[in-house]
Structures are given as C-alpha cells and as structure tokens.
C-alpha cells in the first residue's frame, strides 16, 4: 500500500491532537498517505475518526498504536510534587499518575474490524498473532524502529515494512525500551545513518522519519533506499492540523531550540524547549504514568495561551515549516522533490 502509493509521502501520526481526520484525508486524497494517530484516544473516539476519515475521502489511509509499555514501579512522589506547583499557576492540580494499556487490546480488534489498510506501531513490537490477525484482513503492518536491531525484531513477527525514525524527528521517539540512563532512551542516530544501518540488517521496504519538511529532503532519503518519506513537523502548521494555536505561534516565531525531554509524558522525545523542559531536565522514564500525571497542567496552560509548559512536539527543521492546506503541501513537496533530483541528474 505505501509502496503502491501514487506519491511516495506519509503525513505521520502525531498523538495528542495534531493528527485530525480531516489532516489524513486530505493527505490521502492528494496522492500520498495520511494516518490517524489511534494513541490517548478512547476506544469509541478512535473509531469515530476512522468513519470520518472515510466520510472525506475513498483513498487508502493508516492508523497508529502505542504498544504498551511494561514499567509500572516507578516512584513518582517527587515528580508529582514538581508538577504540581507549575500545575497550580493555572488553577490546575495534578492528573493521576497511573498506568494504563490505552485500551490497546480494544483497539487492536477494532482495527481488525475496519480493516484498515495500513496499521503501524510505535514504542515496541506488536505480538506476532496480532500481525496474522491484520494480515487475514488485508491490513499493511509497520514498525517504527530507531536500530538495526530493532528492525531485525519487527521482521521476525513478520512486519511489511519499517519506518526508520532518525533522533531529528520530532515527537516521541520510537525506542522499543526506554534506557531511563540514556537522555534519548537509547542510541541517537541520524536518519541516513539509521537507513543505512537497518537496510543493511533486514530485506524490508524502509519508510524514512526525521527532520524533513523540505522536497529535498524526501528526495535525499529516497535516494539513499527509502520507499517513502514521513513527514510530521512539515503537516503541523497545515490548516487541517489540530496543533495548538500557542505552538503553531512559536514555530512560525522560529527561535526556540529544540530538545528530547522526559518532562510532559515519560518518554523521550524532541520539541520546542520551554521552561518546563528546562525544570525537569532528570524527569523519570515512566510513560504512561507522567502523562497522565500532566496532562491537566498542559491543558490549562494550553487554554491561558502559555507556550512554557505545554509539550510542543516538533523536529529540528521545525523553522522551515510552511503553512497550507495539506494538498497543496503534498503537492509542492512532490514538485520539490522532483526538482532535487533532476539537479542532482544533472551533476552526475
């Protein structure tokens, strides 16, 4: 399906509300492939999404999962307190800080049942029964992998394809184990360094994440053995986009640098640096837990317009995002993108 598309681009899920279904249709629509981010949506929600996606376009499109994780001892009483007194400069106390499977299981079934063409996962492997199951309906199944050897694992429970995210990406990484002694959770490699490394490892068709928002930057990973490009940061300023007006001010502004920060979910991953990412530089490795425990503290201070302690996820080529209808987006990409590799032809 990703292989088969008419433009070789994917518009990234992006959790927590970036993602929209009127953001994957018009991907879709345009010729590449949109996706429905499935993850800290309930399980009803998630499949009004999918109706919705299908009332706006006929196209093939692809949902995302979180794949639970397994660390849930973590002591979160310091933590609590640290966030409850920026909490409280909203009016807002502290979310509970529990875990949770994200309905994963439900979810799963439901994607099963609406036979979704495409079907990928993020922070860990799906069960190899769960892969079968998607098979038996058609359903394309990736892997985001940040290692070689990560790949060699989502190819033994029979994944179609990788998606190969470089640490330049934006939003949370794709580790499948979170090294609470590693600011990154694991190794920190560029994309073309990581297509390197994973082509190498395994025979899968390789989708490319990290940092693109430019023509030429699809061009560049296509030409280094990537089916597709991902883009996420390059579709957060586009109209359909559900990313927070304080956000979208804040790229456009282009001055804060970006970092991997623990700080708003427990996970790492790469955003535009506010004040409390800077706070909570030694935030515990424990997601879902410090989401939960944030959450009410990122929506108030989403809803007062306050950029410094909202999570802003975003990749380092933030600054160069163009704001559009998706559409035109896919298609100026596409003309990019022809137009880098028709100068480098010229080279050669």
């Known amino acids: 399906m990703i292989v088969e598309s008419r433009i ?31 993850a800290m949506l309930t399980e009803d929600r998630l499949v009004e999404q999918i109706a919705r996606v299908r009332s706006l376009t006929d196209e093939p499109f692809g949902v995302n999962l979180f794949v639970p994780s397994d660390r849930r001892d973590v002591d979160l009483d310091d933590y609590r307190s640290r966030v409850a007194e920026t909490a409280g400069r909203y009016g807002a106390e502290p979310g509970s800080a529990d875990w949770d499977d994200d309905s994963y299981p439900a979810k799963v079934q ?25 098979h038996a309906v058609g359903s394309e199944v990736v892997v985001t992998v940040t290692t070689a050897d990560e790949a060699r694992q989502a190819a033994r429970v029979g994944a179609d394809a990788v998606c190969v995210q470089g640490m330049e990406a934006g939003g949370h990484r794709g580790v499948f184990h979170d090294d609470p ?5 694991g190794p920190l490699l560029g994309l073309l ?13 390789v989708i490319a994440a ?4 430019h023509g030429a930057d699809v061009a560049a990973v296509l030409t280094a053995g990537a089916v597709a490009a991902q883009l996420g940061t390059a579709f957060l300023v586009c109209d359909e986009a559900g990313t927070a007006q304080a956000q979208r001010t804040q790229m456009a502004e282009g001055q804060r640098q970006t970092d991997i920060t623990r700080a ?5 991953a790469r955003g535009l640096v506010n004040r409390f990412m800077l706070d909570n530089t030694d935030a515990p490795a424990a997601y879902p837990q410090v989401n939960n425990l944030t959450k009410p503290m ?18 380092q080529s933030y600054a160069h995002a163009r704001p559009m209808p998706a559409a035109d987006l896919v298609g100026l990409l596409r003309r990019e993108a022809r137009e880098a590799l028709q100068a480098v032809t010229g080279r050669l």
């Open 193 to 205: 360094p990581a297509i390197r490394s994973v082509r190498a490892a395994v025979d899968l068709p």
């Open 110 to 134: 439901r994607l099963v049942d609406e036979r979704i063409p495409v079907v990928s996962f993020t922070f860990g492997l799906p069960e190899a029964s769960t892969v079968e199951q998607l």
């Open 264 to 268: 708003f979910s427990g996970r790492p």
């Open 8 to 38: 070789p681009l994917v518009a990234a899920p992006m959790a927590g509300g970036p993602s929209t279904p009127e953001l994957a249709a018009a991907v879709s629509g345009a010729g590449a492939l949109g996706f429905l981010a499935g």
């Open 298 to 315: 990122r929506g108030a201070a989403g809803k007062a317009g306050d950029a410094e302690a909202i999570s802003m996820w975003a990749g």
């Open 181 to 185: 002694e590693m600011p990154g959770g």
């Open 210 to 213: 990290g940092g693109l928002v």
